[in-house]
């Protein structure tokens, strides 16, 4: 499963993979130095190329729909509103508030946590 629009998830050991040129032995390429994927469960180590792992892309958007709106608000009640979101973004960095609005997430998991998963993602 590669990336889209070639970008990369970074900043977790789950999502490092490293890249392999093409070849039958995912061996081949390993060092001692090398950071293998961890299963996001039970952190059992993954091996790439081996076929005992899934990674799974979540892409989560908040509410895509228009806020209803009833009644035709003043242009100060506007301008009011818009200053109150403009405080609470304050006090957020960059990176929450993107997570209020768009969050992807890359992990990994090893066959019988990805069976057990798939079935109840949200838990049980």
């Known amino acids: 499963m590669g990336n889209q629009g070639g970008t990369k998830t970074r900043g977790s050991l789950l999502s490092r993979v490293p890249q392999s040129p093409a070849s039958t032995d995912p061996q081949a390429t390993m060092t001692d130095d090398t950071v293998l994927p961890l299963c996001a469960r039970c952190l059992k180590t993954l091996k790439p190329g081996s076929g005992n792992f899934f990674q799974i892309e979540i892409h989560a ?21 818009i200053q109150s979101q403009l405080s609470q973004l304050e006090q957020l960095s960059p990176q929450e ?28």
């Open 61 to 81: 958007v908040a509410d895509p729909a228009s806020p209803e709106i009833t009644e035709s608000p003043s242009l100060e009640a506007i301008r009011q509103e």
């Open 97 to 124: 508030a993107m997570d209020q609005i768009r969050r992807r997430v890359t992990m990994h998991l090893c066959n019988p946590c990805f069976q057990d998963w798939i079935e109840h993602p949200a838990g049980k």
